[in-house]
């Protein structure tokens, strides 16, 4: 009896330890293609059917497909008709993929040059190290209106579903108000209103999102381990002493596409909202315990006018 008490007690610990490991990470293209078998098929292709697809792995070994109409992908061709998203087997997709054509897009404004007068990395920046800007970092000072370019990368973490917030989460946090989500949901329609794998967070909390307040009007995000972009434009919010006399407005591109125009923020997002808005402040590239790496970051300050 002691023996099978000891049994259960030493299985419960080492079931709790095993609960507590977390998930293996990938933040190399090679190591990600020799370690894990499924990320050779995570992307978007060309079917022969000239039917667009999208391809993520799920974390019970099956896959996500997302198939688009033969126009191209959310924001790059596609008219909005519906698109079918699947759970379906490592089997099925590498049947399907026979004879597909990969599409390996790249954003159009990677490698953007920083005009003379930007801030720039590394010396406008903390949390630096050889040419990566890492989550956690922020600006050294406080910046008024600004346009903005930065570059992200999000890891591979196939152990966590599209949508999962554990999934590459970061995000470009304005004065500790305003958040642009970055996040792995590669491959999820936001345009649909089901789903076939059960999300796991509010689709506001996805990649482009305006954190908990605005989806991104398209799904811009690529596949984790490739290099994006955005590319934002603020105006800061106005004050007459104390009081706002106008509100900050926003112009967000993923990717070389608009997913948010000139939209006025009337207050923060998520927990933003429950912080005083202020006319300048630093930009935040938030740290949620995943390694997302940000490269060719800059600022240039603009007037802090709204228009």
Not at 160 to 173: C, F, L, T, V
Request: aromatic content about 12%; proline content about 6%.
């Amino acid at each position: 009896m002691k023996f099978i008490q000891t049994f259960i007690i030493f299985s419960c610990i080492a079931s709790a330890q095993a609960e507590k490991t977390p998930p293996p990470i990938w933040t190399d293209v090679e190591k990600a293609t020799k370690e894990h078998p499924a990320f050779r098929l995570l992307g978007e292709y060309k079917l022969k059917d000239n039917t667009h697809a999208q391809v993520a792995p799920l974390k019970d070994s099956q896959f996500l497909i997302t198939l688009y109409d033969l126009k191209g992908f959310q924001g790059r061709g596609w008219q909005g008709q519906h698109a079918q998203s699947k759970v379906v087997t490592q089997a099925y997709i590498e049947k399907t993929l026979k004879g597909s054509d990969r599409i390996t897009y790249t954003s159009p404004t990677i490698g953007k040059k920083a005009p003379a007068n930007a801030i720039t990395m590394p010396d406008g920046f903390t949390n630096v190290k050889d040419g990566i800007l890492w989550a956690g970092g922020k600006t050294k000072k406080d910046i008024s209106s600004f346009k903005m370019h930065l570059e992200f990368q999000l890891p591979y973490k196939p152990h966590r579903n599209p949508s999962n917030q554990d999934k590459g989460n970061s995000g470009i946090y304005i004065y500790n108000n305003y958040e642009v989500q970055v996040l792995d949901s590669f491959g999820l329609d936001y345009s649909a209103k089901e789903f076939p794998i059960k999300t796991e967070s509010h689709p506001k909390q996805w990649c482009g999102c305006l954190y908990k307040m605005k989806m991104a009007d398209a799904n811009m995000c690529l596949p984790a381990l490739t290099w994006q972009t955005y590319d934002i434009e603020f105006t800061a919010p106005k004050f007459e002493g104390d009081k706002k006399v106008k509100n900050a407005i926003l112009t967000v591109y993923h990717n070389g596409v608009k997913i948010h125009d000139k939209f006025e923020l009337k207050t923060g997002t998520g927990a933003g909202a429950r912080r005083k808005q202020v006319a300048k402040g630093p930009i935040i590239f938030q740290d949620h315990g995943n390694p997302t790496a940000y490269r060719n970051v800059w600022i240039v300050e603009t007037d802090n006018v709204n228009k």
